[in-house]
């Protein structure tokens, strides 16, 4: 996972598969794992319900594709993207890809890239295809790409009118992902490195994400969960490192 701030990626977006209402956070969760060196939307731009994207295309400096969908009903987006994205790979002038869509035809095209050892990150909905979620390195939900702000501000309009307790979703349990990472790190001291914990848990699935569970990191998670973990800081070269274990 490249996340350096020289990092080149090239990212793809598939503009029948994903909305344009979310691009500010989408370049913004890009940026935090290198610089968009490549960037391209692809679509039938004549066609009037790629309007949104016509702006954030602009607004991003993303350049964008024509493809006319030579058949009614069926999306020729799909192959002018992965046959781009070969000749990006072969280019070598990235170091990852990020591919935005919710579509499984992008699967193998992830599966090839990879066998190249070349990063690739998937953005969608969680409607998204396991299979594709899976064969990335990383997968992130856009229903995850909210502004801390307005999540704030939801949160605590809801729990002034009806209760905390009652007014927030109910959250999906994160210990059984969490457990099987700890159990795959964990040393001989029972004691487990939180960096290689969270490496593990991408192993296990490339969707994991701390936003699902209601916290932007791992470490603000496991310290919500204080009656399953407790944590301590050890100084290894230098650098303070976490610490996890589950508690008895």
Not at 31 to 43: C, E, I, T
Not at 98 to 107: G, P
Request: net charge neutral; charged share 25%; glycine share 6%.
């Amino acid at each position: 996972m490249p996340e350096t701030p020289d990092a080149k990626l090239a990212v793809l977006i598939d503009a029948d598969n994903a909305q344009p209402a979310g691009s500010d956070a989408l370049v913004a969760e890009i940026a935090k794992f290198g610089v968009a060196s490549v960037k391209r939307v692809y679509g039938d731009w004549t066609t009037p319900n790629l309007r949104g994207w016509k702006d954030a295309a602009n607004k991003h400096a993303i350049q964008p594709i024509q493809q006319f969908a030579y058949t009614t009903g069926k999306n020729a987006t799909d192959s002018a993207m992965i046959i781009d994205a070969m000749d990006i790979m072969h280019s070598g002038v990235v170091d990852g890809f990020c591919l935005v869509s919710s579509d499984s035809d992008y699967t193998r095209l992830a599966t090839r890239i990879r066998e190249t050892g070349i990063f690739v990150m998937g953005i969608g909905e969680k409607k998204t295809p396991k299979a594709f979620v899976n064969a990335c390195d990383l997968f992130v939900y856009t229903e995850n790409l909210v502004e801390e702000k307005k999540a704030t501000q939801q949160k605590q309009s809801n729990a002034k009118r009806i209760g905390k307790s009652k007014a927030e979703k109910e959250e999906p349990d994160p210990m059984p992902i969490l457990t099987q990472a700890f159990e795959m790190t964990v040393g001989q001291d029972g004691w487990a490195r939180l960096d290689t914990m969270g490496n593990n848990l991408y192993q296990l699935d490339p969707s994991f994400d701390p936003r699902t569970y209601g916290q932007k990191q791992l470490s603000r998670l496991i310290k919500s969960l204080k009656d399953q973990f407790e944590m301590r800081t050890q100084e290894i070269a230098g650098a303070p490192i976490i610490f996890v274990r589950i508690k008895e």
